[in-house]
């Protein structure tokens, strides 16, 4: 059995799998040490492997039509401790179909963990359900009392390990996938890495040292980065630290990126991109700015240098990724490398060399 924080996990993710509003989903079933995931919810993919519908490589995780279907399939030796929330839509909100299956899994005695905006801590209906079973519902990204946050300290500059920020031209990009490909690799190369994560599914998927940068209130966002990193740093000691990013400095309505440069203070930055992407995500008619804009917006605010760009081969064929890559790296001249696909070695060799 793998070893996991919160045992074996149910994840809801229906009408979004395989669309950018499921990336929640999406990040549990490539990579989580939190839980163990024995199932996705979504009626349209039911009986698909989600491994092989994601990436078109097969993971054992099955895709179930609704929670009574998981049951029944899933057998009593294989029942989860968790429904687990998989959706990321705009603005986080949860759609009110949901409540239904929520409310069947809390009769089943399952916990559920959600990271949307819409708290199910705050529906009577829902914690007293809970609380008669004594089950758990958890919140991810409801904010901490002010007395637990932290204000940036300057602390950040005892850390003298590498400081990476993986950046990207749009939200929903890849990032924080990216991120872990990379923190992994690192590890298989022998080196001692950890993950800084800043969105809800980064700390669904364990990472150690996270924070959830949308809903943190806006004086600590820069002291609560500083401190996940500095947390890193003295309880690790690691080689490098990988910074996940949010959003984009462009994108109108999700502009993350500023305190992470700011409040991170990298090294250097890795810019995920997405070659065909022309509008920024979920708002037609916003123009994607030149992926050459936003190598000069970020090296013009941070004074640090962007020295490798992974593409994100959403819309494309096998055929055309490498040549996309090579594209990008003749006009920009910095090399592009697409982790998900290819893995992440070839990018490690060429980040060694930044290694203090």
Excluded at 29 to 44: I, N, Q
Excluded at 197 to 217: E, L
């Amino acid at each position: 059995m793998k070893r996991t924080i919160d045992g074996k996990a149910l994840v809801y993710c229906e009408g979004a799998f395989n669309t950018p509003n499921g990336k929640t989903a999406h990040g549990l079933v490539r990579f989580t040490e939190r839980y163990e995931v024995v199932g996705v919810l979504d009626e349209k993919y039911a009986g698909g492997d989600a491994g092989e519908i994601l990436d078109g490589r097969p993971n054992g995780i099955p895709v179930f039509k609704d929670l009574g279907e998981a049951v029944e399939k899933l057998g009593t030796d294989n029942l989860p401790q968790s429904l687990v929330i998989g959706l990321a839509p705009d603005g986080g909100r949860l759609p009110k179909v949901a409540k239904a299956t929520i409310k069947k899994a809390l009769d089943l005695g399952w916990n559920v963990d959600s990271g949307l905006h819409d708290f199910l801590t705050n529906d009577t209906e829902l914690t007293a359900l809970a609380a008669e079973k004594g089950l758990r519902i958890r919140d991810v990204r409801k904010t901490p009392d002010r007395d637990q946050l932290h204000f940036f300290t300057g602390d950040i500059e005892k850390v003298d390990c590498l400081k990476l920020a993986v950046l990207g031209t749009d939200s929903a990009l890849g990032k924080r996938t990216t991120s872990w490909i990379l923190v992994h690799a690192f590890r298989d190369a022998g080196l001692k890495a950890e993950m800084i994560g800043t969105g809800q599914t980064a700390w669904m998927q364990g990472a150690k040292y996270s924070m959830v940068m949308d809903s943190c209130i806006n004086d600590f966002v820069s002291g609560e980065i500083e401190h996940a990193v500095v947390s890193a740093w003295e309880n690790e000691q690691p080689d490098v630290v990988v910074i996940e990013g949010q959003g984009s400095l462009m994108n109108p309505a999700y502009p993350g990126g500023f305190e992470i440069l700011a409040a991170g203070r990298p090294d250097y930055v890795i810019l995920q991109h997405a070659p065909k992407r022309k509008e920024y995500d979920g708002f037609p008619g916003y123009k994607l700015h030149s992926l050459e804009e936003q190598i000069n917006a970020i090296e013009v605010i941070s004074g640090k240098k962007v020295i490798a760009i992974t593409v994100n081969h959403e819309l494309m064929e096998k055929d055309e990724i490498l040549p996309a890559c090579e594209t990008i790296t003749k006009e920009t001249g910095i090399p592009a490398f697409d982790v998900l696909e290819y893995g992440a070695g070839e990018l490690v060799e060429l980040l060694k060399n930044y290694l203090p």
